[in-house]
């Protein structure tokens, strides 16, 4: 727990202001793994918006943009099979204490059920990287802030709420974003070659 970590997470669980425990509680339910059909849905619903407005006489553009979607919705599903498949390996192995059980009693905050074991990565976090990593190539400038912003607030809820330490939070992102930049780099390889090849599947 060196590097700061420890001081950085009192530095964010003690700061408590009217509301804050509601929006941190939101920002945590948002970037919980369940949420990942709901999300599905929503990406694919979007992306049949977003496709169907390109006008029929540019194929071509049409064509490029369903690609990217498809890729895009590909790579998220492929890459959340993955990231649950390595926080379920990473987790137990490491068995890190959570913040109720590392500290002392009455030295932090903690809304909702306090959890002792498992800390590193944060599944929250890592799934909150997930979604906005995967769809960052049909994102706009201000989706892209939007996202970004996304990822902070569900990896901040985590320490304010007093169930993860900074370092679990900085984990999670980092492994979910390892996993779809492989993802994606698999997901674009395929789709040249099937360029190549003169198909597709």
């Given amino acids: 727990m060196g590097w700061g970590n420890v001081w950085l997470f009192h530095l964010i669980n003690n700061v408590r ?12 339910a948002l970037g919980n793994h369940q949420m990942f059909p709901i999300y599905l849905a929503a990406l694919s619903l979007i992306a049949v918006v977003a496709t169907n407005r390109i006008p029929v006489a540019n194929p071509i553009q049409y064509r490029s943009l369903t690609n990217l979607w498809i890729s895009a919705i590909a790579v998220f599903s492929i890459a959340y099979l ?15 204490p959570r913040p109720p059980l590392a500290l002392p009693v009455g030295t932090l905050h903690i809304i909702g059920q306090p959890e002792y ?11 909150a990287m997930l979604v906005v990593a995967s769809m960052w190539p049909v994102l706009g400038r201000w989706s892209k802030v939007a996202g ?4 902070v607030w569900v990896g901040m809820s985590r320490v304010s709420l007093g169930a993860h330490f900074p370092a679990d939070v900085l984990a999670g992102w980092l492994s979910s974003l390892m996993i779809v930049i492989a993802v ?12 190549v090849k003169g198909y597709t599947v």
């Fill in 17 to 28: 202001f009217e509301h804050l425990d509601s929006m941190m509680l939101l920002g945590t």
């Fill in 82 to 96: 993955l990231d649950g498949w390595l926080l379920g390996v990473l987790k137990p192995l490491l068995d890190f």
């Fill in 117 to 127: 074991h498992h800390s590193l990565p944060s599944g929250h976090s890592s799934f």
């Fill in 148 to 151: 970004a912003l996304f990822v």
């Fill in 184 to 195: 994606r780099y698999a997901v674009s390889s395929k789709n040249k070659l099937s360029s």
